[in-house]
């Protein structure tokens, strides 16, 4: 059983930045295509950002130019670098493991979910 562990979010004003972290407990995370998702209050959880084991990136266009994922296999450890934040980035943030390196996962390929970190931002 895999498990995420994200951290990272918190408090921040419009413009501002943060960098959420994922954690994996398995040491062949390697080959894991890792998506970040968010969950906004009475709304669907939506894709944010995702890459695959070979650095491969995809974005959802509301956050293409301000938020950045990278990945640090050594580490076990995917990255979500969030710059010019507005308020309709807040939400719950979850990071979530394919594990069979699919390039590009719908939603359901995803085999675990890390337990969320809430992102606010507000003035």
């Known amino acids: 059983q895999v498990q995420l562990v994200e951290s990272g979010g918190g408090l921040v004003q419009p413009g501002g930045s943060l960098r959420l972290s994922c954690a994996a407990s398995?040491?062949?995370?390697?080959?894991?295509?890792m998506g970040w998702y968010r969950q906004a209050p009475g709304k669907q959880r939506e894709l944010v950002a995702v890459i695959t084991s070979d650095g491969r990136t995809n974005y959802a266009d509301s956050v293409k130019g301000r938020f950045t994922i990278s990945r640090d296999n050594a580490k076990n450890t995917v990255y979500l670098q969030m710059n010019s934040l507005k308020p309709e980035d807040t939400a719950v943030y979850y990071c979530?493991?394919?594990?069979?390196?699919?390039?590009?996962?719908?939603?359901?390929?995803?085999?675990?979910w890390g337990q969320g970190t809430q992102v606010t931002v507000s003035s």
């Open positions: 398995e040491s062949i995370f390697s080959i894991y295509t």
């Open positions: 979530g493991a394919e594990p069979y390196g699919c390039p590009a996962p719908d939603y359901n390929d995803y085999d675990y």
